[in-house]
């Protein structure tokens, strides 16, 4: 599962700047947390040149029921409140690890051992991180 390698194909809309106030931003988060996502960070990837997103949003959920409901909620939020839909969903078969990809904003909703292995807050360690507390 390298879900990483659909991010490299594509480049992110800079006519876009978002930030953390951002309407689709808090709309995500705010959905993760309605649905009880734990241990919630966003990373701001806009300093970084390699980065194809601005921000990832990872958050962990405790089992494959509330993964689903985590993603399910965060792209009914999105599309009800922001009217945007992902330009690709990852992971809903497998449900260790589904990426939601809104080109700007990159959501990880992942169970706590794939997050553990891949450590993602470890790869981009050199992006600011925000804990959002549930």
Known sequence: MNNLTVLAGRKKNN???LNRNSKIFKTIIQAIQDKKGENIISLDLRKIPEAVSDFFIICEADNTTQLKAIADAVEYAVKLKCDEIP???EGRQALQWILIDYINIVVHVMLPEPRKFYQLEEMWSDAP???HLG
Do not use: I, L, P, Q
């Open 87 to 89: 330009y690709k969903h």
């Open 15 to 17: 006519n876009t700047r």
């Open 129 to 131: 991180m925000m804990e």
